[in-house]
């Protein structure tokens, strides 16, 4: 894996590989760590945009179009679930107006 | 490549690694700048150029028509309505960093540094073809999409067409689909709920809030004033939406349309 090199730059895959690992583990960390709600969106987000990476990545080292393909289709559940999780932001808030994970606990009560 | 650098020979990585290093580095932090800002408007800014960064790396990788595709629908649409959204709702201010949570926070980082060093070892130590082409594993020479395949079909755009719309045609109708709800999804969910609309809604469904006062049409106070007294029934304006209406077999106009409800659907004549 170490020796295989992108055809157009030179930089190796596994560096894309790491970049993609790394901002994946961000996100995970945003999405475990903040308490608001649309923070928590964007980590989500960036979580998207690491796998993206890896599939264009492995896509460029096999020669294979599938991986951009499968590129398209996330962007375009991405940009649906964006503007459904804003909508329902935008009902919560008109409820409580806290973005706040903690005290959002309509359902318990 | 090496250069003499005052008697000192020193190796010049590849142009695309001196693009890269600083596009990944840039990527990486300010991604942990979003995760660190309190404000969420900079959150927003940081990602942005996470994203900027990305496109730059897709472009690296032969991915031009997608690295457009990020600026235009994560940066332009995606973060734009995060920014819309926060901004309208009036949200900059989100809860403290840590607070209650600080447990949450001492046991996040490690677990998602781990996760990133297995990443890393899994990516560092596997043993796979260093170029492969997927075509030849499975056997089949129509989905290898070399560079110079690439080339003689007219470019990146063109390849991903093609694909798009013959190896995957039906997600694509699909995605088309996942689309539409999620517009229909995202109105339904961010309409603001006007109480007399619920109440306009109510009685076709056979629910009564009471006497309304609705006003009648001329042809009505007509057929109410002569037509009515003339066929033996008594006349009797408030009451004439009650079982009075259901009387009327020969006037032409159907009964319940105009006099109480708006969709044509028969009042509960019991109310």
Known sequence: MTSAVSSTTGVPLAFFLLVSALLFSIGLIGVLTRRNILVIFMSAELMMNAVNLALIAFGAQQNSMAGQNFVVFVVTVAAAEASVGLAIIIALVRQKPTVDTTDIDIMKE | ?271
């Open chain 2, 1 to 271: 490549m090496e250069i003499n650098l005052f008697g000192v020979t020193v190796p010049i990585p590849p142009v695309g690694q001196l693009v890269f290093l600083p596009v990944a580095g840039l990527a990486v932090i300010a991604a942990l700048m979003m995760i660190t800002r309190r404000d969420a408007v900079h959150s927003a800014l940081w990602l942005v150029v996470t994203f900027f960064q990305l496109a730059i790396m897709y472009v690296m990788l032969g991915a031009e028509f997608l690295a457009v595709l990020q600026v235009l629908v994560y940066t332009g649409a995606i973060l734009v309505l995060f920014l819309f959204v926060i901004m309208l709702l009036n949200l900059r201010e989100g809860p403290k960093l840590g607070g209650v949570h600080v447990a949450q926070m001492i046991t996040a980082w490690p677990v998602g540094l781990l996760l990133a060093v297995e990443i890393a070892t899994v990516i560092l130590f596997s043993r796979t073809p260093s170029q492969a082409n997927i075509g030849d594993l499975i056997g089949n020479e129509r989905i290898v999409f070399s560079t110079a395949h690439i080339l003689e079909l007219g470019g990146n755009v063109q390849a991903l067409g093609q694909t798009l719309y013959t190896q995957f045609l039906f997600p694509f109708e699909v995605a088309s689909l996942i689309l539409l709800l999620a517009v229909l999804g995202a109105i339904v969910l961010a309409r603001k709920e006007e109480p007399a609309e619920v109440e306009e809604i109510l009685p076709s469904l056979g629910i009564s809030l009471g006497r309304r006062s609705v006003a009648h049409s001329p042809q009505e106070d007509q057929i109410e004033k002569k037509l009515l007294p003339a066929m033996g029934v008594k006349y009797a304006p408030d009451a004439m939406v009650g079982e009075g209406s259901r009387e009327v077999p020969l006037v032409e106009q159907p009964s319940g349309i105009g006099k109480g409800t708006t969709s044509g659907v028969e009042v509960d004549p019991g109310r």
